[in-house]
T-cell receptor, first 117, second 114 residues
């Protein structure tokens, strides 16, 4: 069964709206979660690393004021796309390692399809 | 810096035939390699990983991958393809040390034709 739950699965909203996406680890604690963005027919681009209890680490070129990340608990990280515009339309995916360490696979949520009109 | 290359955008194979999805990598140290599969509008599902040990790694759904250090490759294979294997496949590499993120290849779309 799923170990990472992502919600909502799909969002359609007007330009200028802020959208919050939740990523929850189920039955395990995730001190770190990763947020990716996937464009059509392209690979996953890492946006940021979400750290419980501290500020997120953003990749180069990702606007931290545009994509707000909050990791307030050991089982929940949220990504808020502020004042979304059509160019923000994409597929957003979160992931978390079930067990900390480079040798362990990450587990992914089912993604959120964001469509800005 | 680490990187992964998947040279094929698309692979087509007939049902029942063997399939191979190619992946080559570049890392400065020991490679930690992974294969994931993505179905439409879904997240990624873990298939298998190579850390150390046997070069042939067996994973989920009958998939396996062969680690070849001299060729810096980690090709995904399956002896007999199923139509249900049709999906997008990603090869990924991860550096050692802490909760570092995966670096993904661009993905290869596999189509298995009945």
């Amino acid at each position: 069964g799923a170990v990472v739950s992502q919600h909502p699965s799909r969002v359609i909203c007007k330009s200028g709206t802020s959208v919050k996406i939740e990523c929850r680890s189920l039955d395990f604690q995730a001190t770190t979660m990763f947020w990716y963005r996937q464009f059509p027919k392209q690979s996953l681009m890492l946006m940021a690393t979400s750290n419980e209890g501290s500020k997120a680490t953003y990749e180069q070129g990702v606007e931290k004021d545009k994509f707000l990340i909050n990791h307030a608990s050991l089982t929940l990280s949220t990504l808020t796309v502020t004042s979304a515009h059509p160019e923000d339309s994409s597929f957003y995916i979160c992931s978390a390692p079930l067990v900390a360490g480079a040798l362990q696979p990450q587990h992914f949520g089912d993604g959120t399809r964001l469509s800005i009109l | 810096a680490q990187s992964v290359a998947q040279p094929e955008d698309q692979v087509n194979v007939a049902e029942g035939n063997p399939l191979t999805v190619k992946c080559t990598y570049s890392v400065s140290g020991n490679p930690y390699l992974f294969w994931y599969v993505q179905y439409p509008n879904r997240g990624l599902q873990f298939l298998l990983k190579y850390i150390t040990g046997d070069n042939l790694v067996k994973g989920s759904y009958g998939f396996e991958a062969e680690f070849n250090k001299s060729q810096t490759s980690f090709h995904l294979k399956k002896p007999s393809a199923l139509v249900s294997d049709s999906a997008l496949y990603f090869c990924a590499v991860r550096d050692m040390g802490g909760n570092t993120p995966l670096v993904f290849g661009k993905g290869t779309r596999l189509s298995v034709i009945a």
